[in-house]
Nanobody, 117 residues
C-alpha cells in the first residue's frame, strides 16, 4: 500500500509564500500523474497542480503564475511552491497520485493552509 504524506502547511499572510511537500512511500515514477488538490471551506475539491510521468505540468487557472510544482525523484517528493498567496488560497491541500500500472488513486491526509492577515 502506497502512502502519501503532506507537510508544510500553516498560516501565511497575503502576499506571502509557503512550500508544501508530499512524500511518497514508493518511487514517484510508479505514478502516471502526481500532484495537489485543495478543498476550500464549504467548497468542492479542485485541482491545484500536477505533473505527469513525462514531466508535463498542469495548473488550475487561479494559481497559474503563482504556484510551481516540482518533483524530486531521489527523495520521492513532489513539492508545491506557493507565492503571492491570497485569502482565496485558504484550503486543505491534498497530495494525489494515480498508479501507472493498476490506475489506483492515492490520497494523502491533507495539510491545512490559511492565508490571513
Amino acid at each position: 500500500q502506497v502512502e502519501l504524506v503532506e507537510s508544510g502547511g500553516g498560516l501565511a499572510q497575503p502576499g506571502g509564500s509557503l512550500r508544501l511537500s508530499c512524500a511518497a512511500s514508493a518511487t514517484i515514477y510508479r505514478f502516471k500523474v502526481m500532484g495537489w488538490y485543495r478543498q476550500p471551506p464549504g467548497k468542492q475539491r479542485e485541482l491545484v497542480a500536477n505533473v505527469t510521468l513525462e514531466g508535463t505540468t498542469n495548473y488550475g487557472d487561479s494559481v497559474k503564475g503563482r504556484f510551481t510544482i516540482s518533483r524530486n525523484g531521489a527523495d520521492n517528493l513532489v513539492n508545491l511552491q506557493m507565492n503571492s498567496l491570497v485569502p482565496e488560497d485558504t484550503a486543505v491541500y491534498f497530495c494525489h497520485a494515480i498508479d501507472l500500472i493498476i490506475h489506483k488513486e492515492y490520497w494523502g491526509q491533507g495539510t491545512p493552509v490559511t492565508v490571513s492577515s
